[in-house]
Protein backbone atom coordinates (compact mmCIF):
# COMPACT_ATOMS: atom_id res chain seq x y z
CA UNK A 1 0.00 0.00 0.00
CA UNK A 2 2.86 2.23 0.53
CA UNK A 3 5.47 1.27 -1.85
CA UNK A 4 3.45 -0.17 -4.51
CA UNK A 5 5.59 -3.38 -4.55
CA UNK A 6 7.04 -5.83 -1.80
CA UNK A 7 8.79 -9.45 -2.26
CA UNK A 8 8.55 -12.61 -0.55
CA UNK A 9 12.12 -13.89 -0.13
CA UNK A 10 11.93 -18.05 0.22
CA UNK A 11 14.16 -20.69 0.89
CA UNK A 12 14.61 -23.93 2.46
CA UNK A 13 16.64 -24.75 5.83
CA UNK A 14 20.32 -25.39 5.58
CA UNK A 15 21.28 -29.23 5.87
CA UNK A 16 24.43 -30.57 6.74
CA UNK A 17 23.85 -33.54 4.42
CA UNK A 18 21.59 -33.82 2.02
CA UNK A 19 18.77 -36.85 2.49
CA UNK A 20 18.38 -39.80 1.17
CA UNK A 21 14.54 -39.88 0.82
CA UNK A 22 11.79 -37.98 0.95
CA UNK A 23 10.93 -39.54 4.16
CA UNK A 24 14.07 -38.35 5.68
CA UNK A 25 13.77 -34.95 4.31
CA UNK A 26 10.20 -34.53 5.74
CA UNK A 27 11.87 -36.38 9.06
CA UNK A 28 14.47 -33.14 9.32
CA UNK A 29 12.69 -30.69 8.16
CA UNK A 30 14.72 -29.64 5.57
CA UNK A 31 12.06 -29.99 3.53
CA UNK A 32 9.86 -26.84 4.77
CA UNK A 33 10.35 -23.67 2.87
CA UNK A 34 10.18 -20.91 4.97
CA UNK A 35 9.01 -17.22 3.68
CA UNK A 36 10.45 -13.98 5.17
CA UNK A 37 9.52 -10.59 4.02
CA UNK A 38 11.09 -8.05 1.88
CA UNK A 39 10.43 -4.49 1.71
CA UNK A 40 10.92 -2.52 -1.63
CA UNK A 41 13.50 0.12 0.13
CA UNK A 42 16.03 -3.13 1.35
CA UNK A 43 16.17 -4.35 -2.19
CA UNK A 44 18.82 -2.42 -3.53
CA UNK A 45 20.26 -3.38 -6.48
CA UNK A 46 18.82 -6.56 -9.43
CA UNK A 47 19.25 -7.58 -13.09
CA UNK A 48 15.80 -9.46 -14.65
CA UNK A 49 16.21 -10.78 -18.14
CA UNK A 50 13.97 -10.34 -21.19
CA UNK A 51 11.11 -12.01 -19.82
CA UNK A 52 11.24 -9.79 -16.51
CA UNK A 53 12.50 -12.58 -14.16
CA UNK A 54 15.23 -12.03 -11.84
CA UNK A 55 18.88 -12.56 -12.62
CA UNK A 56 20.14 -11.56 -9.35
CA UNK A 57 19.21 -9.47 -6.53
CA UNK A 58 21.30 -7.88 -3.28
CA UNK A 59 19.33 -7.12 -0.44
CA UNK A 60 20.45 -4.87 2.78
CA UNK A 61 19.22 -4.80 6.13
CA UNK A 62 20.58 -3.17 9.07
CA UNK A 63 20.04 -4.07 13.27
CA UNK A 64 21.90 -2.72 15.91
CA UNK A 65 23.40 -5.73 18.13
CA UNK A 66 26.25 -6.10 20.87
CA UNK A 67 29.36 -7.93 20.14
CA UNK A 68 29.00 -10.31 23.37
CA UNK A 69 26.47 -9.79 25.97
CA UNK A 70 28.75 -8.10 28.25
CA UNK A 71 29.87 -5.60 25.58
CA UNK A 72 27.70 -2.16 26.43
CA UNK A 73 28.44 -0.23 23.14
CA UNK A 74 25.88 -1.13 20.80
CA UNK A 75 26.91 -1.10 16.97
CA UNK A 76 25.21 -1.14 13.93
CA UNK A 77 25.61 -4.19 11.74
CA UNK A 78 24.66 -4.01 7.72
CA UNK A 79 24.22 -7.46 6.02
CA UNK A 80 24.02 -7.65 2.41
CA UNK A 81 22.76 -10.65 0.71
CA UNK A 82 23.46 -11.87 -3.20
CA UNK A 83 20.94 -14.49 -4.51
CA UNK A 84 21.56 -15.40 -8.03
CA UNK A 85 19.38 -18.65 -10.09
CA UNK A 86 22.04 -21.23 -8.34
CA UNK A 87 24.12 -19.51 -4.84
CA UNK A 88 23.36 -17.17 -2.46
CA UNK A 89 26.46 -15.20 -0.77
CA UNK A 90 26.27 -13.13 2.38
CA UNK A 91 28.40 -10.21 3.23
CA UNK A 92 28.39 -8.08 6.70
CA UNK A 93 29.84 -5.08 8.00
CA UNK A 94 29.91 -4.17 12.18
CA UNK A 95 30.59 -0.75 13.03
CA UNK A 96 32.27 2.23 11.03
CA UNK A 97 33.30 1.34 7.69
CA UNK A 98 36.95 1.40 8.72
CA UNK A 99 36.19 -2.16 9.37
CA UNK A 100 35.91 -3.21 6.00
CA UNK A 101 32.82 -5.72 4.53
CA UNK A 102 33.74 -9.84 4.81
CA UNK A 103 31.92 -12.74 3.69
CA UNK A 104 30.31 -14.77 6.05
CA UNK A 105 28.25 -17.26 4.61
CA UNK A 106 28.23 -19.05 0.64
CA UNK A 107 26.23 -21.81 -0.77
CA UNK A 108 23.65 -23.32 -3.48
CA UNK A 109 20.27 -21.90 -2.56
CA UNK A 110 16.73 -24.30 -2.36
CA UNK A 111 16.10 -23.27 -5.47
CA UNK A 112 19.10 -24.07 -7.76
CA UNK A 113 18.07 -26.89 -9.07
CA UNK A 114 14.95 -24.48 -10.27
CA UNK A 115 17.10 -22.35 -11.72
CA UNK A 116 15.65 -19.33 -10.40
CA UNK A 117 16.08 -16.42 -7.57
CA UNK A 118 13.97 -17.30 -4.65
CA UNK A 119 12.45 -13.91 -4.75
CA UNK A 120 8.51 -13.31 -5.29
CA UNK A 121 7.48 -9.46 -6.32
CA UNK A 122 3.93 -8.17 -5.31
CA UNK A 123 3.34 -5.75 -7.10
CA UNK A 124 0.24 -3.75 -7.50
CA UNK A 125 -1.16 -1.90 -10.19
CA UNK A 126 -1.23 1.95 -10.21
CA UNK A 127 -4.93 2.14 -9.90
CA UNK A 128 -4.50 0.29 -6.13
CA UNK A 129 -1.38 2.09 -4.85
CA UNK A 130 -3.11 3.85 -2.71
CA UNK A 131 -0.34 6.30 -1.46
CA UNK A 132 1.03 7.17 -4.93
CA UNK A 133 -2.83 8.24 -5.19
CA UNK A 134 -3.41 9.89 -1.60
CA UNK A 135 -0.03 10.74 -0.09
CA UNK A 136 0.24 14.22 -1.84
CA UNK A 137 -3.23 14.65 -0.45
CA UNK A 138 -2.71 13.40 2.99
CA UNK A 139 0.70 16.02 2.87
CA UNK A 140 -1.51 18.66 2.43
CA UNK A 141 -3.84 17.83 4.86
CA UNK A 142 -1.23 17.37 7.80
CA UNK A 143 0.11 20.81 6.33
CA UNK A 144 -3.00 22.63 6.49
CA UNK A 145 -4.45 21.16 9.94
CA UNK A 146 -1.11 21.92 11.40
CA UNK A 147 -1.34 25.93 10.20
CA UNK A 148 -5.03 25.95 11.34
CA UNK A 149 -4.42 24.52 14.90
CA UNK A 150 -1.27 26.90 15.16
CA UNK A 151 -3.40 29.91 13.90
CA UNK A 152 -5.84 28.81 16.42
CA UNK A 153 -3.84 28.82 19.51
CA UNK A 154 -1.85 32.42 18.26
CA UNK A 155 -5.58 33.76 18.35
CA UNK A 156 -6.42 33.27 21.55
CA UNK A 157 -3.13 35.15 22.93
CA UNK A 158 -5.17 38.57 22.04
CA UNK A 159 -2.68 41.73 22.10
CA UNK A 160 -4.14 44.81 24.01
CA UNK A 161 -4.41 47.80 21.91
CA UNK A 162 -4.69 51.56 22.78
CA UNK A 163 -6.08 54.29 20.63
CA UNK A 164 -4.18 57.44 21.82
CA UNK A 165 -2.95 60.72 20.15
CA UNK A 166 -0.57 60.78 23.41
CA UNK A 167 2.49 59.22 23.58
CA UNK A 168 2.49 56.10 25.63
CA UNK A 169 4.60 55.12 27.93
CA UNK A 170 2.97 52.69 30.78
CA UNK A 171 3.65 49.51 31.57
CA UNK A 172 0.37 46.65 30.54
CA UNK A 173 0.69 43.80 32.61
CA UNK A 174 -1.20 41.42 34.62
CA UNK A 175 -0.73 43.49 37.95
CA UNK A 176 -0.74 47.03 36.44
CA UNK A 177 -3.26 49.02 35.18
CA UNK A 178 -3.88 51.83 32.72
CA UNK A 179 -5.04 55.42 32.57
CA UNK A 180 -6.88 56.84 29.43
CA UNK A 181 -7.34 60.18 28.43
CA UNK A 182 -11.27 61.11 27.75
CA UNK A 183 -10.95 60.23 24.03
CA UNK A 184 -8.56 57.29 24.38
CA UNK A 185 -10.24 54.21 23.95
CA UNK A 186 -8.74 50.54 24.42
CA UNK A 187 -9.52 47.21 22.66
CA UNK A 188 -8.15 43.44 21.60
CA UNK A 189 -6.58 42.48 18.46
CA UNK A 190 -8.31 39.22 17.23
CA UNK A 191 -8.48 37.98 14.00
CA UNK A 192 -11.85 38.28 11.84
CA UNK A 193 -11.91 34.36 11.20
CA UNK A 194 -12.48 34.21 7.34
CA UNK A 195 -9.47 32.56 6.85
CA UNK A 196 -10.19 30.27 9.23
CA UNK A 197 -13.63 29.36 8.11
CA UNK A 198 -11.55 28.57 4.52
CA UNK A 199 -9.61 26.65 6.02
CA UNK A 200 -11.84 24.94 7.81
CA UNK A 201 -13.68 23.65 5.03
CA UNK A 202 -10.72 23.06 2.94
CA UNK A 203 -9.99 20.81 5.58
CA UNK A 204 -13.20 18.80 5.05
CA UNK A 205 -12.73 18.76 1.36
CA UNK A 206 -9.30 17.40 1.46
CA UNK A 207 -10.73 14.62 3.38
CA UNK A 208 -13.86 13.50 0.97
CA UNK A 209 -10.99 13.44 -1.36
CA UNK A 210 -8.74 11.19 0.40
CA UNK A 211 -11.59 9.03 1.03
CA UNK A 212 -12.93 9.05 -2.59
CA UNK A 213 -9.11 8.32 -4.27
CA UNK A 214 -9.04 5.26 -1.51
CA UNK A 215 -12.32 4.18 -2.92
CA UNK A 216 -14.00 4.59 0.42
CA UNK A 217 -17.35 6.14 -0.95
CA UNK A 218 -19.32 5.84 1.75
CA UNK A 219 -17.06 7.56 3.93
CA UNK A 220 -16.89 10.41 1.81
CA UNK A 221 -19.44 13.50 2.36
CA UNK A 222 -19.32 13.07 5.89
CA UNK A 223 -21.66 10.56 8.39
CA UNK A 224 -24.44 12.89 8.59
CA UNK A 225 -24.98 12.67 5.21
CA UNK A 226 -28.97 11.05 4.36
CA UNK A 227 -28.09 8.41 1.95
CA UNK A 228 -31.07 5.67 0.41
CA UNK A 229 -30.22 2.37 1.20
CA UNK A 230 -29.36 1.59 -2.78
CA UNK A 231 -27.08 4.33 -2.68
CA UNK A 232 -24.91 2.67 0.07
CA UNK A 233 -25.59 -0.82 -2.04
CA UNK A 234 -23.46 0.98 -4.45
CA UNK A 235 -21.01 2.44 -2.37
CA UNK A 236 -20.26 -0.66 -1.04
CA UNK A 237 -20.09 -2.60 -4.51
CA UNK A 238 -17.55 -0.18 -5.28
CA UNK A 239 -15.76 -1.18 -2.55
CA UNK A 240 -16.15 -4.95 -3.03
CA UNK A 241 -14.31 -4.82 -6.87
CA UNK A 242 -11.72 -3.03 -4.96
CA UNK A 243 -11.19 -5.52 -2.44
CA UNK A 244 -11.18 -8.45 -4.88
CA UNK A 245 -8.99 -6.89 -6.96
CA UNK A 246 -6.90 -6.78 -3.92
CA UNK A 247 -7.49 -10.33 -3.52
CA UNK A 248 -6.52 -11.30 -7.09
CA UNK A 249 -3.42 -9.90 -6.36
CA UNK A 250 -2.73 -11.72 -3.29
CA UNK A 251 -3.97 -15.10 -4.69
CA UNK A 252 -1.70 -14.47 -7.65
CA UNK A 253 1.42 -14.27 -5.39
CA UNK A 254 0.28 -16.95 -3.59
CA UNK A 255 -0.13 -19.33 -6.20
CA UNK A 256 3.32 -18.43 -7.85
CA UNK A 257 5.22 -19.26 -4.37
CA UNK A 258 3.60 -22.35 -3.96
CA UNK A 259 3.41 -23.55 -6.66
CA UNK A 260 7.49 -22.79 -7.17
CA UNK A 261 7.84 -24.95 -3.77
CA UNK A 262 5.98 -27.60 -5.00
CA UNK A 263 8.45 -27.44 -8.09
CA UNK A 264 11.05 -27.70 -6.14
CA UNK A 265 10.45 -30.49 -3.77
CA UNK A 266 9.13 -32.87 -6.83
CA UNK A 267 5.70 -33.24 -5.12
CA UNK A 268 3.84 -34.14 -8.28
CA UNK A 269 1.02 -31.81 -7.05
CA UNK A 270 -1.42 -29.54 -8.92
CA UNK A 271 -1.91 -26.29 -6.71
CA UNK A 272 -4.76 -23.44 -6.81
CA UNK A 273 -5.85 -20.76 -4.20
CA UNK A 274 -9.27 -19.58 -4.37
CA UNK A 275 -11.41 -17.23 -1.84
CA UNK A 276 -10.79 -13.28 -1.36
CA UNK A 277 -13.48 -12.73 -3.30
CA UNK A 278 -16.10 -11.98 -0.14
CA UNK A 279 -16.07 -10.09 1.99
CA UNK A 280 -18.58 -8.38 5.19
CA UNK A 281 -18.39 -4.89 4.82
CA UNK A 282 -21.75 -4.15 4.21
CA UNK A 283 -25.06 -3.70 6.65
CA UNK A 284 -26.00 -7.26 8.10
CA UNK A 285 -29.42 -5.80 9.17
CA UNK A 286 -30.49 -5.60 5.31
CA UNK A 287 -29.68 -9.24 4.28
CA UNK A 288 -31.53 -10.48 7.32
CA UNK A 289 -34.52 -8.07 6.38
CA UNK A 290 -34.38 -9.88 2.63
CA UNK A 291 -33.89 -13.02 3.60
CA UNK A 292 -37.62 -13.26 6.34
CA UNK A 293 -39.06 -10.95 3.31
CA UNK A 294 -38.06 -14.19 0.95
CA UNK A 295 -38.72 -17.12 3.45
CA UNK A 296 -42.66 -15.56 3.71
CA UNK A 297 -43.08 -15.89 0.30
CA UNK A 298 -42.19 -19.14 0.28
CA UNK A 299 -43.23 -20.51 3.80
CA UNK A 300 -43.63 -24.18 3.03
CA UNK A 301 -40.07 -24.96 1.30
CA UNK A 302 -38.29 -26.44 3.60
CA UNK A 303 -35.10 -26.41 1.42
CA UNK A 304 -34.83 -22.93 0.29
CA UNK A 305 -35.21 -21.72 4.27
CA UNK A 306 -32.01 -24.69 5.01
CA UNK A 307 -29.95 -22.83 2.33
CA UNK A 308 -31.24 -19.22 3.34
CA UNK A 309 -30.17 -20.24 6.78
CA UNK A 310 -26.65 -21.71 5.79
CA UNK A 311 -26.06 -18.67 4.07
CA UNK A 312 -27.08 -16.02 6.74
CA UNK A 313 -25.14 -18.20 9.39
CA UNK A 314 -21.72 -18.34 6.70
CA UNK A 315 -22.23 -14.86 6.57
CA UNK A 316 -22.58 -13.72 9.95
CA UNK A 317 -19.15 -15.75 11.01
CA UNK A 318 -17.31 -15.53 8.11
CA UNK A 319 -14.31 -15.36 10.33
CA UNK A 320 -15.01 -18.71 11.89
CA UNK A 321 -12.81 -22.07 11.59
CA UNK A 322 -14.07 -24.07 8.33
CA UNK A 323 -14.52 -27.43 10.79
CA UNK A 324 -17.17 -25.08 12.42
CA UNK A 325 -18.85 -23.97 9.71
CA UNK A 326 -19.18 -27.75 8.84
CA UNK A 327 -20.87 -27.99 12.18
CA UNK A 328 -23.36 -25.93 11.64
CA UNK A 329 -24.35 -26.94 8.33
CA UNK A 330 -24.96 -30.60 9.95
CA UNK A 331 -26.61 -29.55 12.39
CA UNK A 332 -28.94 -27.38 10.01
CA UNK A 333 -29.71 -29.69 7.91
CA UNK A 334 -30.48 -32.31 10.77
CA UNK A 335 -32.64 -29.66 12.13
CA UNK A 336 -34.75 -29.22 8.97
CA UNK A 337 -34.95 -32.75 8.26
CA UNK A 338 -36.63 -33.36 11.89
CA UNK A 339 -39.01 -30.87 11.30
Known sequence: MVSGTSYILVDFPRAERTPETLAEEDREGTGRAYLSACTADQLVNWSVDSRGDFEWVVMRTEALRKETLEAGEWVRETRWLYYDRSEYRVFRQVGSVQRGIEEVDRGQHGFAKAGRVPLFPLRLPEGLWLMNKAGLLQLEHFNRSNALSWALTLGLFAQPVVYSDRPWKDV????????????????????????????????????????????????????????????????????????????????????????????????????????????????????????????????????????????????????????????????IDEGMEGA
Not at 247 to 255: C, F, N, Q, T
Not at 278 to 289: K, W
Not at 303 to 321: G, M, P, S
Open 172 to 331: IGESYYIQLGPGDRFGWTEPEGRVYQIAAENLTRLKDEIYRVCYLMSQAGGAMVNTSGLSKQRDFAITQEVLRAYGDVAKDVMKRVIRAIVAVREDNLSVDVSGLDEFDIGDFTGELADAERLLEMAPASQTLRRQVLKKLAFKYLCDVRQEVKEQISKE
